[in-house]
């Protein structure tokens, strides 16, 4: 199971955006089950609203789908308290500990990203049984 994080999707659907090819490259290549967490599904709305899209709701909904993930369903009890845990030992601010920890509750063996904070942890994930996987 492989964990996609929010700026890959971005990256993905936006033509313009630096990471785009990265974004077409990561994603195409992974042909194992490819998740995201209603924690993404806001995340990628807040976004749109704020760059003053129109529906940024669907914006988000469409996104996913484009972008051929699976939105899973999580316990945010469970990730919450796993991220309690993993503050400790991570070095990330508190969205990045978040989708860490929903990658950990999912059991996804791989989390995909562009942020350099996530890839700075990638020793630290990988011990946890995560592996960072950026292009």
Known sequence: MIYVDTNVIISFVDGLDPNHEKALKVLGSLKDNKIVSKLTLIE???????????????????????????????????????????????????????HVSV????????FVTFDKDIVGSSEALRKMGIEVVTI
Do not use: M, Q
Not at 52 to 81: K, M
Not at 103 to 110: E, I, L, N, Q, S
């Open 44 to 98: 990628l709305a807040s976004v749109y609203f704020r760059a003053g899209l129109e529906d940024p709701l669907a914006l988000a909904i469409y996104s996913i789908r484009h972008s051929s993930l699976e939105l899973a369903d999580v316990d945010f009890n469970i990730v919450l308290g796993n991220a309690f845990k993993l503050a400790s030992i991570l070095n990330l601010r508190t969205l990045n500990l978040l």
């Open 103 to 110: 990658c950990k509750t999912f059991g996804a063996k791989f």
